[in-house]
């Protein structure tokens, strides 16, 4: 691995010279992407540097910077990394462009449901899928007698267990930093519950009785979890899992690897993927997935390389040296135990993350005032009251609600 | 100096500074009282996403902005007078909760909640940094000539890290099992959560803050004390005062301006407290003026953002700043008044 990964290094430095390595053709019109900076983006990434003339920015920050660098003429990156949500600012603005005659051209190999459509025309060509669903200590429920754990209701009633028994303080963790990351968690339950967060005219309607169950299951958590979980995020409770400290945890698919990265974990074998717990309705969880959109302030001539050289980077060669690194929309990939829970949710219902202007702002007002609620400040229909207050203030700023 | 020299010297920095300064305030001040927004249009889209093995698709009432022919989002300029003002202090809801008295309802409402802490925050510690500041630089002073230049070094360290490095460290030094809660959890033998209530957040704040600033307060402090008149501290100590009498009538008196001059910068600081909130990650407890201001600014996934509200807490910011410098700055006003 490493050895590979100094080699692609080498390869992209030398890329200018015209050294490439595993693509299938030369690419040699100068292209830049804006992505993403996690795992499977750098995988991605690799795989297009070496067809040569290709330079990456990886970027935790790169939604802020890439409506403005997709709307300058020409285009500052030709090819970008989005997933559901980052797309939609793309899409509204025009700064994305069809890629259909290209799919027709090159895309033999890409499986129908990898290609976006947005009004019947191919927006965006995925590339993998990510969804939160349950982790669980499978050693620590067996010693325990406790089945696997369906719904949330299972969950609670099995952190009790493990609690009583002595076996850990708080078994639950969940990613409940303040901001996103809670938003994120309301909007899981939320949609497990059957609710709907808009009605006519982009009014929020999350002020019912599915909003107050999803609160209430969320408030029932965190007396398993540790008392900071305000400040706990995807990183954290990764490591809370490797260090043995929870049991239980609706985790990003993405995570699954890392749970067996003997270096860093303590717990490798032991952690098994299930389906996320049920609402009443659905899996309490969304679909998110990530792929490359090509920009539309670009040359055909631009348009055609870009292209080719994002589906080297998503050839069957990338998706076998990464196997684990996402669950990857390719024939190639084989989804083993550490996909086994998205699989399992998804078969179960789960939805897409309703990505969308409004949901964007919903997600901001849902994320900073949740904790309201769960520190005690505000009971539910109080916090969600609010929250909808919140949202219309915003979103008749942003005019997606007239006056 | 004749006007054309002063002119050719302060000419530059002025137009510097109304560049800089003056122009980004007025622009600021300008948008605070506008909105310019997205001409939308709602459109029936049928989005076809990736289930595992099949695709799903549904058809949906979308919001859409309107595009010209350039390609470009049509958006309309509108001028709403104090809403986004309004908007900020949501002052009916406030006024609710103060007539009704339930002051846990006007904590609720965010920028209450955020000026409520930015002032404890700014009145606790300006005494605290004052105080250590003259502590440190009498410390200096005593400390044997050998030795003045190292202490001085060190104890001028805190300053020079970077305030987010700081607050990082210091959050990852109690976070969780952090190595000092760790050890605060075995001396007390008992489980201690830092991060999981409002006020212990506060105080670890206010402690980074002053840790922070003390050592710029005690340097300027130790310019001033090596200008004490020498003469009157050795009549005092004839006439039998002692140390604490001798600070308190000669030393505190010569060091009062520059005392001022630290409390003013201090407001000024502290009133902007933002590094605290974003390296505590403290959203869900405790917020700040300028935090609110840059979450306002910051952009949500689908890339809407609150620039008119954002100017408007930016502007209601600087109000701040500017009435809590009244006091001090009218001292002084006071004083070189009196001493003409």
């Known amino acids: 691995m490493k050895l590979k990964s100094l080699f692609m290094a080498g390869a992209m430095s030398l890329a200018a010279g015209g050294a490439w390595a595993d693509c299938a053709f030369e690419n040699d019109v100068p292209l830049k992407s804006l992505s993403a900076g996690f795992e499977a983006w750098k995988a991605v990434t690799d795989a297009m540097a070496e067809c040569g003339n290709f330079s990456a920015s990886l970027d935790q920050e790169f939604r802020e910077k890439q409506p403005e660098a997709f709307a300058a003429d020409p285009a500052l990156y030709q090819i970008g990394g989005v997933s559901n949500a980052t797309l939609v600012p793309l899409l509204n603005a025009g700064t994305i462009r069809p890629v259909d005659d290209l799919v027709e051209k090159y895309g033999q190999n890409l499986l129908p449901n990898q290609l976006i459509k947005v009004d019947g025309k191919t927006m965006a060509i995925a590339m993998m899928v990510n969804a939160q669903h349950l982790m669980y200590r499978s050693d620590v429920l067996a010693d325990l007698g406790i089945e696997e754990p369906k719904s949330y209701d299972d969950v609670l009633a099995a952190a009790a267990k493990i609690k009583e028994a002595g076996v850990m303080e708080y078994p639950i963790g969940a990613t409940f930093k303040t901001g996103w990351n809670l938003g994120q968690e309301f909007v899981n339950m939320y949609l497990g519950e059957g609710g709907e967060f808009f009605g006519e005219g982009n009014m929020p309607t999350i002020n019912n009785d599915q909003g107050v169950a999803a609160l209430e299951m969320m408030k029932a958590m965190t007396e398993y979890m540790d008392p900071e979980y305000l400040v706990s995020d995807s990183t954290y409770v990764q490591q809370q899992f490797q260090q043995g400290k929870i049991a239980m945890a609706n985790l990003w698919a993405s995570r699954a690897a890392a749970m067996n990265d003997e270096a860093e974990s303590q717990v490798v074998g032991k952690v098994t993927m299930a389906a996320a717990p049920m609402g009443s309705v659905a899996p309490a969880t969304t679909v998110w997935w990530d792929g490359v959109v090509f920009a539309t302030n670009m040359s055909d001539e631009e348009a055609d390389a870009a292209f080719r050289v994002a589906l080297e980077g998503m050839d069957e060669d990338m998706v076998r040296a990464n196997n684990d690194a996402a669950v990857w929309l390719s024939p190639a990939y084989s989804a083993g135990e550490l996909a086994a829970g998205a699989a399992a949710s998804a078969e179960a219902g789960a939805k897409a993350y309703p990505a969308s202007g409004p949901m964007g702002i919903m997600h901001t007002a849902l994320g900073n005032g949740l904790a309201d609620y769960l520190t005690g400040a505000k009971d539910a229909q109080t916090t969600l009251a609010d929250i909808e207050a919140d949202y219309t203030t915003a979103a008749k700023e942003a005019g997606l609600i007239s006056n | ?340």
């Open chain 2, 1 to 340: 100096m004749n006007f054309r020299t002063f002119a050719a010297f302060v000419g530059p920095s002025v137009f510097m500074m109304l560049l800089f300064i003056a122009y980004p305030l007025i622009s600021v001040f300008m948008q605070s009282f506008y909105i310019t927004q997205p001409i939308y249009e709602t459109v029936e889209i049928e989005t076809c996403t990736p289930g595992f093995l099949t695709q799903t698709c549904i058809t949906e009432q979308v919001s859409q902005p309107k595009l010209d022919e350039h390609g470009e989002i049509i958006t309309q300029t509108e001028y709403v007078g104090l809403q986004s003002y309004r908007n900020v202090l949501e002052p009916e809801r406030a006024w609710r909760a103060i007539s009704n008295g339930e002051w846990n309802v006007l904590s609720t409402i965010n920028f209450w909640k955020a000026l409520r802490f930015t002032l404890t925050f700014t009145l606790i510690t300006l005494p605290l940094v004052i105080g250590c500041g003259l502590g440190i630089s009498v410390l200096i002073n005593n400390a044997a000539r050998a030795i003045r230049g190292p202490v001085i070094f060190v104890s001028l360290l805190p300053f020079i890290i970077t305030p987010v490095i700081g607050v990082l460290s210091i959050n990852w030094l109690f976070r969780g099992d952090g190595i000092l809660t760790a050890m605060l959890e075995t001396w007390l033998n008992r489980d201690i959560a830092l991060f999981a209530q409002a006020w212990t957040i506060e105080i670890l704040m206010m402690v980074y803050r002053v840790w922070h600033v003390a050592p710029f307060a005690a340097i300027v402090f130790y310019a001033g004390l090596q200008t004490v008149n020498q003469d009157s501290l050795e009549s005092a100590v004839i006439d039998g005062a002692t140390r604490w009498q001798r600070m308190k009538y000669i030393v505190i008196p010569h060091l009062m301006p520059l005392i001022i001059f630290v409390s003013m910068i201090h407001l000024m600081d502290s009133y902007r407290v933002f590094e605290e909130i974003v390296g505590f990650s403290s959203q869900g407890y405790v917020i700040s003026l300028q935090w609110l201001t840059y979450d306002f600014l910051v952009p949500d996934q689908a890339g809407n953002r609150s620039i008119s509200r954002a100017s408007a807490s930016a502007m209601l910011t600087m109000i701040g700043v500017v009435i809590l410098l009244i006091f001090p700055l009218r001292r002084t006003w006071r004083d070189h008044k009196g001493g003409h």
